[in-house]
Protein backbone atom coordinates (compact mmCIF):
# COMPACT_ATOMS: atom_id res chain seq x y z
CA UNK A 1 0.00 0.00 0.00
CA UNK A 2 1.40 3.33 -1.01
CA UNK A 3 1.98 5.98 1.28
CA UNK A 4 -0.89 8.14 -0.93
CA UNK A 5 -3.23 5.42 -0.35
CA UNK A 6 -2.59 5.40 3.57
CA UNK A 7 -3.34 9.49 3.62
CA UNK A 8 -6.78 8.57 1.51
CA UNK A 9 -8.24 5.89 4.05
CA UNK A 10 -7.20 7.88 7.26
CA UNK A 11 -10.64 8.06 9.61
CA UNK A 12 -12.41 11.58 8.93
CA UNK A 13 -11.95 12.54 12.41
CA UNK A 14 -7.91 11.65 12.58
CA UNK A 15 -7.74 13.42 9.14
CA UNK A 16 -10.03 16.48 10.33
CA UNK A 17 -7.54 16.97 13.19
CA UNK A 18 -4.86 16.64 10.94
CA UNK A 19 -6.07 19.34 8.95
CA UNK A 20 -6.40 21.51 11.54
CA UNK A 21 -3.28 21.05 13.23
CA UNK A 22 -1.58 22.04 9.41
CA UNK A 23 -3.85 25.08 9.07
CA UNK A 24 -2.66 26.77 12.74
CA UNK A 25 0.82 26.24 11.23
CA UNK A 26 0.08 27.76 8.04
CA UNK A 27 -2.50 31.10 10.15
CA UNK A 28 0.69 31.28 12.28
CA UNK A 29 2.76 31.87 10.33
CA UNK A 30 0.80 33.62 7.57
CA UNK A 31 -2.14 35.15 9.58
CA UNK A 32 -5.34 34.87 8.06
CA UNK A 33 -5.51 37.18 5.27
CA UNK A 34 -2.38 35.89 3.60
CA UNK A 35 -3.37 32.14 4.22
CA UNK A 36 -5.11 30.14 1.36
CA UNK A 37 -6.68 27.40 0.92
CA UNK A 38 -4.47 25.66 -0.86
CA UNK A 39 -1.27 26.92 1.49
CA UNK A 40 -3.19 24.62 4.15
CA UNK A 41 -3.70 21.56 1.25
CA UNK A 42 0.02 21.81 -0.01
CA UNK A 43 1.50 21.59 3.82
CA UNK A 44 -1.13 19.01 4.33
CA UNK A 45 -0.38 17.04 1.28
CA UNK A 46 -3.88 17.03 0.42
CA UNK A 47 -6.37 18.01 -2.43
CA UNK A 48 -7.75 21.22 -2.29
CA UNK A 49 -10.78 19.18 -2.43
CA UNK A 50 -10.24 17.49 0.15
CA UNK A 51 -9.83 19.97 2.22
CA UNK A 52 -13.18 21.63 1.20
CA UNK A 53 -15.00 17.97 2.35
CA UNK A 54 -13.91 19.01 6.05
CA UNK A 55 -14.28 22.92 6.02
CA UNK A 56 -16.47 24.63 3.58
CA UNK A 57 -14.42 27.60 3.39
CA UNK A 58 -11.25 29.88 4.92
CA UNK A 59 -13.64 31.19 7.48
CA UNK A 60 -14.74 27.79 8.91
CA UNK A 61 -11.42 26.72 8.96
CA UNK A 62 -10.15 29.62 10.74
CA UNK A 63 -12.57 30.07 13.34
CA UNK A 64 -12.28 26.59 14.10
CA UNK A 65 -8.70 26.79 14.71
CA UNK A 66 -9.14 29.69 16.70
CA UNK A 67 -12.26 27.84 18.79
CA UNK A 68 -8.91 25.50 19.54
CA UNK A 69 -7.22 27.97 20.76
CA UNK A 70 -9.45 29.61 23.08
CA UNK A 71 -10.54 26.65 24.32
CA UNK A 72 -7.39 25.07 25.23
CA UNK A 73 -5.72 28.52 26.84
CA UNK A 74 -8.81 29.44 29.03
CA UNK A 75 -8.81 26.10 31.16
CA UNK A 76 -5.16 26.27 31.57
CA UNK A 77 -5.95 30.17 32.85
CA UNK A 78 -8.59 29.02 35.38
CA UNK A 79 -7.06 25.71 36.55
CA UNK A 80 -3.95 27.89 37.63
CA UNK A 81 -5.61 30.69 39.05
CA UNK A 82 -8.03 29.16 40.80
CA UNK A 83 -5.25 27.02 42.73
CA UNK A 84 -4.23 30.58 44.39
CA UNK A 85 -5.96 32.22 46.64
CA UNK A 86 -3.44 35.46 46.47
CA UNK A 87 -3.88 38.15 44.33
CA UNK A 88 -0.14 38.51 43.39
CA UNK A 89 0.08 34.61 43.43
CA UNK A 90 -3.05 34.71 40.92
CA UNK A 91 -1.15 37.08 38.65
CA UNK A 92 1.97 35.22 38.82
CA UNK A 93 0.47 32.05 37.56
CA UNK A 94 -1.45 33.91 34.81
CA UNK A 95 1.69 35.12 33.57
CA UNK A 96 3.35 31.65 34.09
CA UNK A 97 0.50 29.93 31.55
CA UNK A 98 1.10 32.44 28.89
CA UNK A 99 4.96 31.85 28.60
CA UNK A 100 4.25 27.87 29.22
CA UNK A 101 1.91 28.30 26.24
CA UNK A 102 3.84 30.14 23.81
CA UNK A 103 6.72 27.73 24.77
CA UNK A 104 4.96 24.76 24.01
CA UNK A 105 2.55 26.05 21.77
CA UNK A 106 4.35 28.47 19.16
CA UNK A 107 2.08 28.44 16.03
CA UNK A 108 -0.74 28.97 18.29
CA UNK A 109 0.66 32.14 19.81
CA UNK A 110 1.49 33.75 16.61
CA UNK A 111 -2.23 33.28 15.43
CA UNK A 112 -3.18 34.79 18.98
CA UNK A 113 -0.53 37.93 18.89
CA UNK A 114 -1.31 38.79 15.38
CA UNK A 115 -5.28 38.51 15.95
CA UNK A 116 -6.26 39.24 19.22
CA UNK A 117 -6.08 42.73 19.73
CA UNK A 118 -8.15 43.18 16.28
CA UNK A 119 -11.39 40.72 17.12
CA UNK A 120 -13.85 43.66 15.77
CA UNK A 121 -14.78 41.86 12.56
CA UNK A 122 -14.59 38.71 10.24
CA UNK A 123 -13.43 34.97 11.44
CA UNK A 124 -13.03 34.34 14.39
CA UNK A 125 -14.42 37.60 15.95
CA UNK A 126 -16.27 35.93 18.43
CA UNK A 127 -13.73 33.40 19.91
CA UNK A 128 -11.41 35.99 20.47
CA UNK A 129 -13.08 38.80 21.81
CA UNK A 130 -14.28 36.00 24.05
CA UNK A 131 -10.54 35.22 25.02
CA UNK A 132 -9.99 39.30 25.21
CA UNK A 133 -13.05 39.41 27.77
CA UNK A 134 -12.09 36.14 29.51
CA UNK A 135 -8.89 37.73 30.27
CA UNK A 136 -10.16 40.68 31.32
CA UNK A 137 -12.57 39.26 33.70
CA UNK A 138 -9.51 37.32 35.44
CA UNK A 139 -7.66 40.31 35.81
CA UNK A 140 -10.04 42.29 37.75
CA UNK A 141 -12.07 39.63 39.62
CA UNK A 142 -7.53 38.77 40.71
CA UNK A 143 -7.65 42.96 41.70
CA UNK A 144 -10.95 43.18 43.41
CA UNK A 145 -10.32 40.06 45.12
CA UNK A 146 -10.06 41.47 48.57
CA UNK A 147 -11.81 44.71 47.79
CA UNK A 148 -14.82 42.17 47.69
CA UNK A 149 -13.92 40.64 50.49
CA UNK A 150 -14.05 44.22 52.40
CA UNK A 151 -16.56 44.36 54.68
CA UNK A 152 -15.69 48.11 55.45
CA UNK A 153 -16.00 48.67 52.07
CA UNK A 154 -18.66 51.13 51.36
CA UNK A 155 -20.50 50.31 48.00
CA UNK A 156 -19.95 53.29 46.37
CA UNK A 157 -15.92 53.16 46.90
CA UNK A 158 -16.19 49.51 45.86
CA UNK A 159 -17.75 50.55 42.99
CA UNK A 160 -15.21 52.75 42.19
CA UNK A 161 -12.61 50.32 42.44
CA UNK A 162 -14.42 48.70 40.14
CA UNK A 163 -13.97 51.23 37.51
CA UNK A 164 -10.68 51.72 38.14
CA UNK A 165 -10.05 47.84 37.65
CA UNK A 166 -11.66 47.79 34.28
CA UNK A 167 -8.97 50.90 33.14
CA UNK A 168 -6.23 48.66 34.29
CA UNK A 169 -7.28 45.57 32.75
CA UNK A 170 -6.47 46.01 28.98
CA UNK A 171 -2.81 47.84 30.22
CA UNK A 172 -2.05 44.74 32.55
CA UNK A 173 -2.84 41.86 29.71
CA UNK A 174 -1.08 43.50 27.06
CA UNK A 175 1.74 44.57 29.11
CA UNK A 176 1.64 40.62 29.65
CA UNK A 177 1.63 39.49 26.32
CA UNK A 178 4.39 41.87 25.12
CA UNK A 179 6.70 40.54 27.26
CA UNK A 180 6.24 36.82 26.44
CA UNK A 181 6.42 37.52 22.90
CA UNK A 182 9.55 39.81 23.53
CA UNK A 183 11.07 37.24 25.62
CA UNK A 184 10.63 34.50 22.30
CA UNK A 185 12.66 36.94 20.36
CA UNK A 186 15.33 37.35 23.27
CA UNK A 187 15.87 33.45 24.63
CA UNK A 188 19.01 34.49 26.20
CA UNK A 189 17.39 35.98 28.89
CA UNK A 190 16.59 33.82 31.50
CA UNK A 191 13.03 32.87 31.89
CA UNK A 192 12.59 33.14 35.59
CA UNK A 193 13.76 36.68 34.89
CA UNK A 194 11.31 37.71 32.45
CA UNK A 195 8.62 36.28 34.28
CA UNK A 196 9.38 38.10 37.01
CA UNK A 197 9.91 41.11 35.40
CA UNK A 198 6.16 41.06 34.19
CA UNK A 199 5.18 40.65 37.81
CA UNK A 200 6.86 43.42 39.39
CA UNK A 201 5.71 45.79 36.21
CA UNK A 202 2.46 45.27 36.73
CA UNK A 203 1.99 44.62 40.45
CA UNK A 204 4.30 47.39 41.69
CA UNK A 205 2.71 49.51 39.48
CA UNK A 206 -0.32 48.69 40.58
CA UNK A 207 0.64 49.09 44.22
CA UNK A 208 1.36 52.59 43.35
CA UNK A 209 -1.74 53.23 42.09
CA UNK A 210 -3.99 52.04 44.79
CA UNK A 211 -1.27 54.37 46.82
CA UNK A 212 -2.97 57.23 45.68
CA UNK A 213 0.16 58.16 43.26
CA UNK A 214 -0.23 59.82 40.31
CA UNK A 215 1.33 61.67 38.07
CA UNK A 216 0.13 65.78 37.47
CA UNK A 217 -2.36 65.90 34.59
CA UNK A 218 -0.14 68.73 32.79
CA UNK A 219 3.54 68.91 32.28
CA UNK A 220 6.94 66.32 33.00
CA UNK A 221 6.58 63.76 35.39
CA UNK A 222 8.37 64.64 38.86
CA UNK A 223 11.88 64.65 38.65
CA UNK A 224 11.71 65.43 34.81
CA UNK A 225 13.26 68.99 32.94
Known amino acids: MT ?13 REQLLRVALGEFGRRGYHLTQMEH ?21 LFTE ?3 SIVTDLTERLNVAVRAQHDSAEGIRAMIRVLFDY ?17 PDSGPGTRELRDLRDRLG ?15 ALSPSALAANERRARLLVPLMYGSM ?36 ERL ?8 NS
Open 216 to 223: PRHGPPPG
Open 177 to 212: LSMVSWWLDHPDTPRNRAEQMALEFIWLGLDRLRSG
Open 102 to 118: ATAEPDAWELLIRHLDK
Open 40 to 60: VAAAAEVSKALLYQHFTSKEQ
Open 65 to 67: VTE
Open 137 to 151: TAFADLLLRRRRADP
Open 3 to 15: EQSVRRRMPHARR
